[in-house]
């Protein structure tokens, strides 16, 4: 998937997951690429796969909640 996908992908996680409103995933997810969280996963496509967006909402979760 390409880096919005991938972004597109652990908000959805939170939100399903961790039962958080669509608006506070995504600025979760914006603070986590502000601190630059995704900046490996920008430059490496090969990490931006399903299990690794679980494993990055997980991680996002208890980061920024």
Known sequence: MNYEEYLDE???????KYDLA???A?????HAQANAFFIAHDDDP??????????DAKTIFTQYK
């Not at 652990?10 to 399903?16: D, G, I, K, Q």
């Not at 090969?46 to 494993?55: D, G, P, T, V």
């Open 10 to 16: 652990v908000t959805t996680l939170l939100v399903e």
């Open 22 to 24: 669509d608006e506070m």
């Open 26 to 30: 995504v600025q979760m997810v914006m």
């Open 46 to 55: 090969a990490i931006r796969s399903l299990e690794r967006a679980h494993r």
